[in-house]
Every structure is written in structure tokens, then in C-alpha cells.
């Protein structure tokens, strides 16, 4: 089945040999002021290929969630450098931030541990506005939402709110939203936390698919080791580093 609601996008400016989906180089990111102040990110340097799946292990607070957000483009890094889809994001975000707020809808997709579901929408609606948001030049205005929902197994809530859904039904309409837009790089932040062994087992290997079938490159935080044998590679954040796990 077709679980993709557009086409994998081209990398922005992207000439010659494809360039890594995700570039950092030796970033750091400071948190807080004056006595308050920590080094989220300390030095960390990692590249995603096109079509991989990496995950992210390690304790809380050493930093996993403050990666996705410089990853994502959601916090800007207090050095360092990185790099979307062949696209700098310092390049981007000295354009404005409506550029970057574009950027990030129509390449990224996000999996956040809250679910973030708008509470007026239903399911389908759900990926039925990010799709619409995200949309790129030439692409139709209508997406069906069902085979997204179906794929996360869904379609049978497709018409209920946040509100009547459990966590863990929240979490996988918020999979499900993540791939609305089709992205080159998609983050994903301790998508199993509600859900039980067999549905992990079902929506990582989900996030390996679209991985591997459609390109897309895929960095999930993660606490659950038992799900790490669907992915191609694991590195470990100690203290806001990163090193082999």
C-alpha cells in the first residue's frame, strides 16, 4: 500500500550528488542565563544519509530532545553548523523566519511525545491541514488521509477528535500527520511511549519503511531499546554528546 500523501521532495538548491539529508558539525546550543546557564548540545557532529534511519538513545536530560530541535530548526544552535536537505539553516534563517517557518513545513515532519494534535480537528482533518500547509508547488490541493491513517491503524477513528482518542491513539494520528507532507527528514521523539510491544514493534517498522522505500531519513529518540533492531544505526547522548552505542 501507498501510504504517501505527496512526493518526495527535492533538496532545496541541491545540484550534483545528493548531499546528506542532515549535516552537523561540532554544534553547541546554551540554555538559560548567568549561573543558570548549561550547554544542552557540546560539540556534536553528526550526518544522516538520504534514506537512513538513526536512532538516539540515552538518559533524560542529556540532551536528545534539544538535537531534534536544532535538527528541526525549532532552536538555533549557539554555534556550530547545520545543514537540511543541502540547505544551511543559519543561511535560511538570516532570510526571516516566515523562510524558515516554509522550509520546515514543506521538508520536515515532526513526531512530538505529546501528540501537539489540534483539539478542533478530527484525525483526518489533522493530516488533511498539514498536508494543505506543507504543500509544494504543483502538487493537487486534496489529500486522502485514509491511507496514512489505515497504515498507523487509525481509519477507524478517523473521524474523532483528540479529546476521544487515548494516548496512545493521539500518538499514531501524530505519526500518521508527520508523513502528510511527504518530508526528506523526519524527527521523531519517543514515538512508543504509549503504545504497547507489539504496536511499537508495528509503527517503528512503519518509520523503517518510509525510510527505506521512500528516502526519507529518519532520527528517533528513543528510551525503548527492544525497538532498535529496525533501525540502520544507533549513537548514544551522554552530557550532551554524542558517541557510539
Known amino acids: 500500500m501507498n501510504t504517501r500523501a505527496g512526493t518526495h521532495p527535492t533538496p532545496p538548491d541541491a545540484t550534483g550528488p545528493a548531499a546528506p539529508a542532515l ?14 546557564k548549561i550547554r544542552a548540545l557540546d560539540g556534536v557532529s553528526l550526518e544522516v544519509a538520504t534514506g537512513e534511519f538513526v536512532a538516539v538513545i540515552g538518559p ?22 547545520v545543514e537540511v536537505l543541502g540547505q544551511d539553516l543559519a543561511s535560511l534563517r538570516r532570510r526571516g523566519q516566515g523562510q524558515l517557518a516554509r ?8 513526531v512530538f511525545q505529546a501528540g501537539n ?24 490541493r486534496g489529500s486522502d488521509p485514509l491511507p496514512l ?17 487515548s494516548g ?35 509503527i517503528v517498522a512503519l518509520l523503517a519503511a518510509q525510510a527505506r522505500e521512500h528516502g526519507v531519513a529518519v532520527v528517533m529518540v528513543t528510551h525503548d531499546h527492544d525497538i532498535l533492531t529496525h533501525v540502520d544505526r544507533v549513537t548514544e547522548m551522554v552530557d550532551g554528546r554524542l558517541q557510539p552505542a
Open 103 to 110: 522550509f520546515r513545513r514543506q521538508h520536515l515532519g515532526f
Open 168 to 202: 496512545g491513539e493521539r500518538q499514531r494520528v501524530g505519526i500518521a500527520r508527520a508523513l502528510a507532507n511527504a518530508p526528506g527528514l523526519l524527527l521523531v521523539d519517543e514515538p512508543t511511549a504509549a503504545l504497547d510491544r507489539q504496536r511499537s514493534h508495528d
Open 149 to 165: 491513517l489505515e497504515a498507523v491503524g487509525m481509519d477507524h477513528r478517523a473521524t474523532h477528535r483528540p479529546g476521544q482518542l
Open 117 to 140: 494534535l489540534i483539539p478542533a480537528l478530527t484525525a483526518a482533518d489533522q493530516l488533511r491541514l498539514a498536508h494543505r500547509l506543507g504543500r509544494r508547488r504543483g502538487e493537487p
Open 60 to 81: 533524560s536530560g542529556a540532551g536528545k530532545s534539544s538535537l531534534l530541535a536544532v535538527a528541526g530548526a525549532l532552536a538555533a544552535p549557539t554555534s556550530g553548523h
Open 23 to 36: 549535516v552537523l558539525a561540532d554544534v553547541t546550543l546554551e540554555v538559560g542565563d548567568g549561573d543558570g
